[in-house]
């Protein structure tokens, strides 16, 4: 949910909260700037999808970057830009094969710039984006005495671990961009942990009553039979926990091959448990 937050911010032109001001470009041929591609790296959206040949937008962020006044700026620029699909995916390629790219662009806001062309970045060893860039290329881990060694996936801004539930090994995501915001996602998914065998059973239970009618109603093989609970569940594997500060809660399940290949998603929360079913993918 944070990742599709931040695309279509991208997109749509919210500016990311704190960032540094800037005034829109006065010249039409933009300015040349070098920086330091977010983990994020970027993304292609297509503006109206039942026009297979329609627009599209690139879009990626830095997460600082050197305008031509030689200045480094320590936050986020977006950038995007209309573009057709070949074009878009030559511009993704180009960006995510690169920790520090220039670019022509043409500031359009606070945060935000249009693309205008994609250059050839000449840097240097003692560069301060370079080093930038090997910085946040580092691996970060933490240790937690209940979960063990975390570490930050910064291509999708949340901490991951390997972690035992219910008997099996499974991926512990904590979305979080600050310690604060971390602390207080380990305490959701401790609580969880801690009635283990409760938790499983309500996720179980309510992706059995909310997605079992819709197996047999519509997804049977021609020579299958309808399932039983006891059956559907047996298909179910859960392969990862997301879990996040304001207690919410999202279980990730493989769907062995219930609904084709899609995944079992179970979403909820600490207070009223599990909300919402859906088959993603």
Same mark, same amino acid.
């Given at each position: ?15 990311a909260?704190?960032?540094? %001001? ?6 039409? $041929? ?7 591609? =977010?983990?994020r ?8 999808? =039942?026009?297979?040949?329609g ?7 830095f997460? #600082? ?36 790219i ?6 359009? &806001?606070?945060?935000e710039a ?22 946040r ?23 991951? $671990?390997?972690?035992p ?10 979305p979080a961009?600050?310690?604060d915001?971390? #602390? ?6 401790r609580?969880?942990? =801690? ?26 093989d021609?020579d ?23 207690? #919410?809660?999202?279980f990730?399940?493989?769907? &062995? ?7 079992? %998603?179970?979403?909820g ?13």
């Amino acid at each position: 949910m944070r990742l599709l937050r931040g695309l279509l911010a991208l997109v749509f032109g919210t500016a990311a909260p704190g960032a540094a %001001q800037r005034p829109a470009s006065p010249t039409a $041929g933009g300015e040349l700037i070098t920086g330091v591609v =977010d983990p994020r790296g970027a993304a292609g959206v297509q503006v109206r999808p =039942d026009e297979p040949d329609g627009e599209w937008v690139l879009v990626f962020s830095f997460h #600082s970057w050197r305008g031509a006044d030689g200045v480094v700026h320590p936050t986020r620029l977006d950038v995007r830009r209309t573009c057709t699909h070949a074009e878009m995916r030559e511009g993704m390629d180009r960006v995510n094969a690169a920790r520090v790219i220039s670019a022509r662009v043409r500031f359009t &806001g606070p945060a935000e710039a249009e693309l205008l062309e994609l250059a050839d970045a000449s840097m240097v060893a003692d560069d301060p984006l370079t080093r930038h860039a090997l910085e946040r290329a580092a691996i970060v881990t933490r240790e937690d005495e209940r979960f063990g060694t975390l570490t930050l996936n910064r291509s999708v801004g949340w901490w991951e $671990g390997r972690v035992p539930w219910a008997g099996d090994t499974i991926d512990l995501q904590l979305p979080a961009e600050g310690e604060d915001e971390l #602390s207080a996602a380990l305490e959701v998914a401790r609580a969880l942990w =801690d009635d283990e065998a409760g938790w499983s059973e309500r996720i179980q239970a309510y992706a059995v009553e909310q997605l079992l009618p819709m197996k047999n109603e519509g997804w049977l093989d021609d020579d299958e039979e309808p399932l039983t609970p006891a059956e559907f569940r047996a298909r179910m594997r859960l392969e990862a926990i997301a879990v996040e500060a304001d207690g #919410s809660f999202t279980f990730w399940h493989n769907d &062995g091959d219930l609904f084709w290949g899609h995944s079992i %998603q179970i979403m909820g929360n600490l207070q009223d448990g599990p909300t919402d079913a859906d088959i993603p993918g």
